[in-house]
Nanobody, 122 residues
Framework: QVQLVESGGGLVQAGGSLRLSCAASGRTFSRYAMGWFRQCSGKEREFVAV????????YYVDSVKDRFTISRDNAKNTMYLQMNSLKPEDTAVYYC???????????????WGQGTQVTVSS
């Protein structure tokens, strides 16, 4: 069993930066690939980025490439999403999830966090 808690969301102006964290409980964190997702009001949840269990393989949706960086620290049971050059269209609730690498890209996860709101003002 893995419990996930996101933090770091907030209000930022366009062009600014935020770093989201996803803290995981349990001893099996390093066995899972981890991903970030986001959901705007009235829209489907969208895949953002995924990182392999080791941190060595990463994949991003095109809209965030070169702006967002996913990373993890298995010693701290924590995953991060560094978000730079934020745009108003990045406004959403951001969720972290744990599972297998391929299924995470398809938005299939074993565990989900509760989400943290990110609002980017123009």
């Amino acid at each position: 069993q893995v419990q996930l808690v996101e933090s770091g969301g907030g209000l930022v102006q366009a062009g600014g930066s935020l770093r989201l964290s996803c803290a995981a409980s349990g001893r099996t964190f390093s066995r899972y690939a981890m991903g970030w997702f986001r959901q705007c009001s009235g829209k489907e949840r969208e895949f953002v980025a995924v990182v392999s269990w080791s941190g060595g393989t990463k994949y991003y949706v095109d809209s965030v490439k070169d702006r967002f960086t996913i990373s993890r620290d298995n010693a701290k049971n924590t995953m991060y999403l560094q978000m730079n050059s934020l745009k108003p269209e990045d406004t959403a609730v951001y969720y972290c999830a744990a599972g297998s690498y391929g299924p995470l890209v398809r938005k299939v996860a074993d565990y989900w966090g509760q989400g943290t709101q990110v609002t980017v003002s123009s």
